[in-house]
C-alpha cells in the first residue's frame, strides 16, 4: 500500500528542449536553467534552423525569439504548425515584443504561449510542467 507521500511525489519526465534566439547570451542562460530542471536542450541561433531542428530532435517544447536573422520566429512557428499540427511541440514565443497585437500575432502564428522578455524563469517552469509531469496536455 501507497503512503500519501509516495502517491503524491510522480517522477518528472525529461523533457526534449529547442531554445531559439539571435541573443546567444540569453540561450545560454535559459538552456543552463533547462538542464538544471533535467531536461535536454539544443540550442539554435537562426530561425532558418529551427523547422529541421524539429524534424531531427523531435522536442516536447520550442522556445522561440520573434525576430531572428533568415527565418523570424512567426514564420517558423507557421511552418512548424503546417507540418507538424498542434499536438508537438509546445510552442513558446519568448520575445521583446509586449503589445497585446503582438500576443495576437502569436497565437494566429501557431504559439501556445507568448512570454515577453524579462520574464520570470519560475513562469516559463511553470508553462512546461504538465508536459514534464507525463500528462502530456498543452494548456
Given at each position: 500500500?501507497?503512503?500519501?507521500?509516495?502517491?503524491?511525489?510522480?517522477?518528472?519526465?525529461?523533457?526534449?528542449?529547442?531554445?531559439?534566439?539571435?541573443?546567444?547570451?540569453?540561450?545560454?542562460t535559459?538552456?543552463?536553467?533547462?538542464?538544471?530542471e533535467?531536461?535536454?536542450?539544443r540550442?539554435?541561433?537562426?530561425?532558418?534552423?529551427?523547422?529541421?531542428?524539429?524534424?531531427e530532435?523531435?522536442?516536447?517544447?520550442?522556445?522561440?525569439?520573434?525576430?531572428?536573422?533568415g527565418?523570424?520566429g512567426?514564420?517558423?512557428?507557421?511552418?512548424?504548425r503546417?507540418?507538424?499540427?498542434?499536438?508537438?511541440?509546445?510552442?513558446?514565443?519568448?520575445?521583446?515584443?509586449?503589445?497585446?497585437?503582438?500576443?495576437?500575432l502569436?497565437?494566429?502564428a501557431?504559439?501556445?504561449?507568448?512570454?515577453?522578455?524579462?520574464?520570470?524563469?519560475?513562469?516559463l517552469l511553470?508553462?512546461?510542467?504538465?508536459?514534464?509531469?507525463?500528462?502530456?496536455t498543452?494548456?
Amino acid at each position: 500500500m501507497q503512503s500519501p507521500a509516495e502517491g503524491a511525489s510522480r517522477p518528472k519526465r525529461r523533457l526534449r528542449v529547442i531554445v531559439a534566439d539571435d541573443d546567444r547570451d540569453h540561450v545560454t542562460t535559459l538552456a543552463a536553467l533547462l538542464i538544471d530542471e533535467g531536461h535536454e536542450v539544443r540550442e539554435l541561433y537562426r530561425g532558418s534552423e529551427l523547422v529541421r531542428m524539429v524534424r531531427e530532435f523531435d522536442p516536447d517544447v520550442a522556445l522561440i525569439d520573434i525576430s531572428m536573422p533568415g527565418t523570424n520566429g512567426y514564420d517558423a512557428a507557421r511552418e512548424i504548425r503546417q507540418e507538424f499540427g498542434k499536438q508537438r511541440p509546445m510552442l513558446i514565443a519568448i520575445t521583446g515584443w509586449k503589445q497585446s497585437s503582438d500576443r495576437i500575432l502569436a497565437r494566429l502564428a501557431g504559439f501556445d504561449h507568448h512570454v515577453p522578455k524579462p520574464f520570470d524563469p519560475k513562469e516559463l517552469l511553470e508553462l512546461i510542467a504538465p508536459l514534464s509531469e507525463g500528462s502530456g496536455t498543452r494548456a
